[in-house]
T-cell receptor, first 115, second 114 residues
Framework: GAGVSQSPSNKVTEKGKDVELRCDPI?????LYWYRQSLGQGLEFLIY????????KSGLPSDRFSAERTGGSVSTLTIQRTQQEDSAVYLC?????????????FGEGSRLTVL | GDSVTQMEGPVTLSEEAFLTINCTYT??????LFWYVQYPGEGLQLLLK?????DKGSNKGFEATYRKETTSFHLEKGSVQVSDSAVYFC?????????????FGQGTILTVHP
C-alpha cells in the first residue's frame, strides 16, 4: 500500500485478555519498528525488526509483550494477559533500510483500551 | 541514557507570528536529530532532520540547526499558518548499533488562530 497500515485502529478489551495488533509496512521497507504512545510516558521505543530478525528487544515492557515478523513484511505485536497500564496508542513505523534509521514512516496507530 | 527535552506547551499563536519551539538533548557520540509532526487525526511525519553538527534541516518553511556546543535543535518558522496547528516532536537517533531506537521529546502542542 501507499503507507504503513495498522489494524485494528481501536481495540477495547478486558483486563486479562490477549490482544494482537497488526502492522503492514510500506512495500519494500526492510526495517519495521514498534513504538508506544501514552499520556504518562510519551513515545517509547518497543522493538525493531531488520527483515524477520529482532536484534533489539530491550524496549519491550515485560514478558507479556512479544512481536514477530514473517516474510519480511507484516508484523504482529501480541500482548498477553493485558493490564490497564497497557492502554496506549501502539505505533508501527517502517524505513527503507536501517541506514535510514530516524527517517521513519509511521502508521496512524492502534488505540488499545484495557478496561 | 539519551534524552530529549522540549519546551512545554501548549503554544498558541496568531497567524503570521514567529514560532520557536526549543529542544535540547543529551546523548553520547554523534546522534542524528529530527523534528516529527503529528497533524490532527494523522500519523507522525518526518518534518526535517540534521545528521551532524552545524547542519540545518528545513522543510515547509520550518528550520532547525544542529548546535553541538549547546546540544540544541530548536525549531523555527518565520510566519505560521493555521494549517501548522499540530503536535511537534523533537527526536534523536543515536546511530551506531542502536538503529531505529529513536528517543522522543514529550511533544509540544501548537495552535495557530486566524
Amino acid at each position: 500500500g501507499a503507507g504503513v497500515s495498522q489494524s485494528p485502529s481501536n481495540k477495547v478489551t478486558e483486563k486479562g485478555k490477549d490482544v494482537e495488533l497488526r502492522c503492514d509496512p510500506i512495500s519494500g521497507h526492510t526495517a519495521l519498528y514498534w513504538y508506544r504512545q501514552s499520556l504518562g510516558q510519551g513515545l517509547e521505543f518497543l522493538i525493531y525488526f531488520q527483515g524477520n530478525s529482532a536484534p533489539d528487544k530491550s524496549g519491550l515492557p515485560s514478558d507479556r509483550f512479544s512481536a514477530e515478523r514473517t516474510g519480511g513484511s507484516v508484523s504482529t505485536l501480541t500482548i498477553q494477559r493485558t493490564q490497564q497500564e497497557d492502554s496506549a496508542v501502539y505505533l508501527c513505523a517502517s524505513s527503507l533500510e536501517l541506514a535510514a534509521a530516524g527517517e521513519l514512516f509511521f502508521g496512524e496507530g492502534s488505540r488499545l483500551t484495557v478496561l | 541514557g539519551d534524552s530529549v527535552t522540549q519546551m512545554e506547551g501548549p503554544v498558541t499563536l496568531s497567524e503570521e507570528a514567529f514560532l520557536t519551539i526549543n529542544c535540547t538533548y543529551t546523548a553520547t557520540g554523534y546522534p542524528s536529530l529530527f523534528w516529527y509532526v503529528q497533524y490532527p487525526g494523522e500519523g507522525l511525519q518526518l518534518l526535517l532532520k540534521a545528521t551532524k553538527a552545524d547542519d540545518k534541516g528545513s522543510n515547509k518553511g520550518f528550520e532547525a540547526t544542529y548546535r553541538k556546543e549547546t546540544t540544541s535543535f530548536h525549531l523555527e518558522k518565520g510566519s505560521v499558518q493555521v494549517s501548522d496547528s499540530a503536535v511537534y516532536f523533537c527526536a534523536l537517533s543515536p546511530g551506531g548499533t542502536s538503529y531505529g531506537k529513536l528517543t522522543f521529546g514529550q511533544g509540544t502542542i501548537l495552535t495557530v488562530h486566524p
